[in-house]
């Protein structure tokens, strides 16, 4: 065989090879369209099952290094719960909005939500004042499993983008609702730094609210976060 031959037929076995990586990986996830843009894909990527969509993998529900650890401790301890909340919006209303906020008991115990509380919360516009009502309740959610209501949007968002997969043992419960007050007419952003508690752990909120005129009624939760809580 002349070396033009087997030169051929060496471009035909790499460009064979390199059909065959076309294949999306399994193991390779996005869940908003920001970040499957930042991975080169232009369709969402969730998840299968019970795995959760961090950093562009699918991790096992649970897993301490599938979310955020961003609860205000000095030194991560014993992972106790998570929670999920949409931390991107876009607004045109004053609000109250409600049935965004989720919690996830990861621990051996129920999860007692009546001692959820605000702590504090500020943001950066001069005029807008952003304010967050925390309604406690009686519910104890089961190891293993989510509580809080959801808007048909944020269930969007929250759960159809596989960021939470548990079960959902409460789907009543109504923990926090978001209002402007005092908000300009026009296009800007709002800058909001929340932090609540549950049974007596910090948890920053960071959030993000996009200002659009009043002649379009809006009040869409854009993009989902979770984040993992210790004691």
Known sequence: MSHASIGLIGL?????????????????????????????????????G???????????????????????TDAPGVHAFDIAYPNEWRFSVAGPISGYFLAINTSAADLNMSSLELKSIEDDHPTAIVRINVTPSPTLIPTGQVGGHLTPLSEQ???????????????????????????PDG?????????????????????????????????????????????
Do not use: W
């Open 50 to 72: 019970t795995d959760v969509c961090v950093e562009n993998n699918c991790l096992a529900a649970g897993n301490d290094a599938a979310v955020d650890a961003d609860a205000m």
């Open 12 to 48: 035909i076995a790499a460009a064979i090879a390199v059909g065959a990586c076309t294949k999306p990986n399994p193991a390779v996830c996005c869940t908003t369209l920001e970040q499957c843009q930042a991975i080169g894909v232009n369709d969402l990527r969730p998840c299968s």
């Open 187 to 231: 296009m800007y952003d709002i800058a909001v730094d929340l932090v609540i508690a549950i049974d007596d752990v910090r948890i920053a909120m960071p959030i993000t609210i996009h200002m659009v005129p009043l002649t379009v009624v809006f009040a869409d939760p854009l993009i989902g976060k979770r984040i993992a809580v210790y004691r």
């Open 157 to 183: 968002t929250l759960i159809g983008t596989g960021l939470v997969t548990e079960p959902r043992a409460d789907t009543m419960s109504d923990y926090l609702s978001l209002a402007i007050e005092n908000a």
